[in-house]
């Protein structure tokens, strides 16, 4: 166990992605999952990680103070791809992943993922950023990877631990943990200081 103050909550993941429930505990934490559906529909206006950030505080809306039990943390988390002043979200078919992976071959994009921590005193977002970049891909290369890892849950149709990440990422700045869901370098102290706040507020 990670110590005090970690170890004087209860945690409960609220996210179905198996990449942040093993990341979490990597880090060290027990805890459950508990998911409550949203609409994941976004307002025009809102750009780069304030959309993250928005997503993240709308699943932790789905959790009413008077619903969190007392010494309990909720984790609610959203991971965007960006790029262009575009996100690119998850595909909903084969031929929508390929047209996304194109996009990003050869070029640039952002990774923001935005993280709320959530109890019945307080609640607390904040967001990392990763700059990524892809060698070309040929839609060969392209396709291969959709047609074997079929990757329809992940925001922009690859996820950095699979096989594309091996082949296609030139370069990453920033955390890679935060390209594959979860900002792990940073969770670690913000959630501190969360619960540190817990003791006084």
């Known amino acids: 166990m990670p110590g005090y103050p970690y170890d004087q909550f209860r945690y409960i993941l609220a996210t179905r992605s198996p990449r ?7 880090m060290g934490f027990s805890f459950t999952v508990e998911v409550r559906e949203i609409a994941e529909t976004v307002p025009d206006h809102l750009e780069g990680p304030a959309i993250a950030v928005y997503l993240s505080e709308a699943k932790a809306d789905a959790f009413p103070v008077h619903d969190i039990p007392q010494d309990t943390i909720i984790i609610t ?32 994009h952002e990774v923001f993922t935005a ?37 329809f ?3 922009g149709a690859y996820g950095v631990q699979e096989w594309i990440g091996y082949i296609a990422v030139e370069e990453i700045h920033g955390s890679f943990y935060n390209v594959m869901g979860f900002p792990t370098q940073k969770l670690y102290p913000e959630l501190e200081a969360f619960l540190l706040n817990e003791f006084k507020v």
């Open 20 to 26: 942040r429930q093993q990341l979490f505990e990597g």
């Open 77 to 108: 988390a959203d991971t965007i791809v960006y790029q262009d002043g575009r996100m690119l979200g998850k595909p909903v078919d084969a031929t929508d992943a390929c047209h996304i992976l194109a996009r990003l071959s050869g070029a640039k």
């Open 115 to 151: 993280v709320t921590l959530k109890s019945r005193k307080q609640q607390h977002s904040f967001f990392d950023r990763t700059e990524v970049i892809f060698r070309p891909l040929s839609m060969e290369q392209i396709r291969y990877y959709v047609e074997r890892y079929r990757p």
């Open 153 to 155: 849950d992940k925001a």
